[in-house]
């Protein structure tokens, strides 16, 4: 049982460039988030699902796009990087809408 | 706007002691609670949660305390151990809402 994973780890982007940062899990959960930590600061919601095909954005969703075409996976698109967008980024997952979240490693993105 | 508050960046406590984590909130429709540790390069893991029916929750060496007069929570840890010293968020959501909203930290150090 490996979780939820992230990848890549890390990523140094040029402005303007687009990546997708991956997230998988494992456990069969239906809801899926992806947040966002900036030094010094909570987590703050991008997006999140609550099922396949379901997605809802959170506090911070601008800039950023999500898709969730299967249960156990829950990609987010970065379309044209910004260096506001530098940050480290935590993908999870959790069974009933108030039970606790299981977190991947995260993945730190740099925007130069 | 910060609806979950940590006010102490960081708190040191000596090896034995017991440590006391803070955390406010502003919106009286939260009615679930959770405290999340985290390790450098590693992502949250859960630790304790209080439903907003009990004022308090026990899991082992970890209590939290909820005044909903007040929307205060705490974390106490006893005895405090080198291996607590990491971060820890608090983090809370409503029944009406599919969010959770995190605070900013609070960096614990237990020294041996």
């Known amino acids: 049982n490996a979780g939820v994973t992230q990848t890549p780890k890390f990523r140094i982007l040029k402005i303007g460039q687009s990546m997708t940062l991956q997230c998988t899990q494992d456990?069969?959960?239906?809801?899926m988030y992806w947040y966002r930590q900036d030094p010094g600061m909570g987590l703050k919601l991008i997006y999140y699902s609550v099922g396949a095909g379901i997605t809802d954005k959170g506090e911070v969703p601008n800039g950023y796009n999500v898709s969730r075409s299967t249960t156990e996976d829950f990609p987010l698109r970065l379309e044209l990087a910004a260096p506001s967008q530098t940050s480290v980024y935590f993908c999870?997952?959790?069974?009933?809408?108030?039970?606790?979240?299981?977190f991947g490693p995260g993945t730190r993105l740099t925007v130069l | 706007d910060q609806q979950v508050k940590q006010n102490s960046p960081s708190l040191s406590v000596q090896e034995g002691r017991i440590s006391i984590l803070n955390c406010d909130y502003t919106?009286?429709?939260?009615?679930?609670f959770l405290w999340y540790k985290k390790y450098p390069a590693e992502g949250p893991t859960f630790l304790i949660s209080?439903?907003?029916?009990?004022d308090k929750n026990e899991d082992g060496r970890f209590t939290v305390f909820l005044n909903k007069s007040a929307k205060h929570l705490s974390l106490h840890i006893v005895p405090s151990q080198p291996g607590d010293s990491a971060v820890y968020f608090c983090a809370a959501s409503s029944n009406t809402g599919n969010q959770f909203y995190f605070g900013t930290g609070t960096s614990l150090t237990v020294i041996p």
């Open positions: 999870a997952s959790s069974l009933p809408r108030q039970d606790e979240q299981f």
């Open positions: 209080i439903s907003s029916i009990k």
């Open positions: 919106n009286s429709m939260f009615d679930y």
């Open positions: 456990m069969n959960h239906n809801y």
